[in-house]
């Protein structure tokens, strides 16, 4: 593709084009933490520990044994994805157990794997 394929030929603006997307665009702020999320999921260990407790609660033993990685390193990601509320925790005993925070978490990686196995 040619840069000059990616420019407009149209000379001035397309007023309200651009009036209904101003009217309906969020603050930079928004974007930012909209970026943010997504960016967490931009590790594959991470997307693996999700992955897994799309199907069941899983304590840090399970899910080092599962990913065949340390304690610490699995404890690390899942601090990483609590602090974006993607997993929640409860307590058992001395035992954690982590899942998925909501459904919609679920949904984008149904829909991100329907994306990429298109």
Do not use: W
Request: aromatic share 6%; charged share 25%; hydrophobic share 40%.
């Amino acid at each position: 593709m040619k840069q000059s394929d990616l420019c407009c030929s149209h000379e001035g603006l397309h007023e309200e084009a651009l009036a209904s997307v101003k009217s309906a665009f969020d603050s930079p702020e928004t974007f930012g933490e909209l970026a943010g999320f997504y960016k967490v999921f931009g590790d594959g260990t991470r997307v693996r520990i999700l992955c897994a407790l799309m199907i069941s609660e899983l304590c840090v033993c399970d899910l080092a044994e599962l990913l065949e990685m340390s304690q610490s390193a699995i404890s690390h990601q899942l601090r990483v994805l609590k602090q974006a509320k993607l997993v929640k925790n409860r307590r058992d005993g001395k035992t954690i157990f982590y899942s998925l925070a909501d459904s919609h978490i679920q949904t984008i990686i149904c829909q991100g794997m329907e994306h990429i196995k298109e």
